[in-house]
Every structure is written in structure tokens, then in C-alpha cells.
Nanobody, 124 residues
Framework: QVQLVESGGGSVQAGGSLRLSCAAI????????MVWFRQAPGKEREGVAI????????SLADSVKGRFTISRDKVKNTLDLQMSSLKPEDTAMYYC?????????????????WGQGTQVTVSS
């Protein structure tokens, strides 16, 4: 049973930085991909950053390019999201997700494993 546990959220002023971390517990085979999603109140869930564990390639949503970085520590089994130059519109609940299926990773839908979420609040 794969468990994902996020940490590192909090409140910060615009222009500040935060680092989110997701501890992946209980798997022996690496998922095909790991993703950071976010969801703000009244808005649809958005895929923010993805890392494909096979080759380590990453992709970022246009809204965070140049400001966010996704990385993975294979030894510690953690997934990190370094967020800089934060804006009020980055305020959301951030979730770590993972899946072994290529379909989920290409479509960013139907993820099987989710963390509980961590709140990020950016004030102006």
C-alpha cells in the first residue's frame, strides 16, 4: 500500500518562497510518475508539476514555469516542490500524487495514490 505524506506548507508574503515535500512510503517499485496538484477554493484542480521517474524528466504548468522546481530524491523516497516568487494566485491546497499507469501520467487524471494535502497561502 503506497502512502504519500506532504509537509512544508504555510503562509508567506508575495515574493517569498516555500518548499513542499512528499514522503512516499510503502512501495518497492517506483511509480511511473509523481505529480504535484493544487486546488484553490472554487477552482478546478490543476496539475502543477510532474516528474517521470524512469528518466527523471519534468514538466511544469505555464503558470509556474520559472518559479517552481520539482525534484525527487530516490534514496529518501521524497518528492519536493521548490516554490519561489510566490503570488497570491498560488494560494491553494497542494497535493502529491503518484501512479504506475502511463494513462494517468499522460492525462493527469485518475491518479490512484494521493497525499492528504498541505495548504499554501500567499498574501499580497
Amino acid at each position: 500500500q503506497v502512502q504519500l505524506v506532504e509537509s512544508g506548507g504555510g503562509s508567506v508574503q508575495a515574493g517569498g518562497s516555500l518548499r513542499l515535500s512528499c514522503a512516499a512510503i510503502g512501495y518497492t517499485l517506483s511509480p511511473y510518475c509523481m505529480v504535484w496538484f493544487r486546488q484553490a477554493p472554487g477552482k478546478e484542480r490543476e496539475g502543477v508539476a510532474i516528474i517521470r521517474t524512469g528518466d527523471g524528466s519534468t514538466s511544469l504548468a505555464d503558470s509556474v514555469k520559472g518559479r517552481f522546481t520539482i525534484s525527487r530524491d530516490k534514496v529518501k523516497n521524497t518528492l519536493d516542490l521548490q516554490m519561489s516568487s510566490l503570488k497570491p494566485e498560488d494560494t491553494a491546497m497542494y497535493y502529491c500524487a503518484a501512479d504506475y499507469r502511463t494513462y494517468a501520467c499522460f492525462s493527469l487524471t485518475s491518479f490512484r495514490y494521493w497525499g492528504q494535502g498541505t495548504q499554501v497561502t500567499v498574501s499580497s
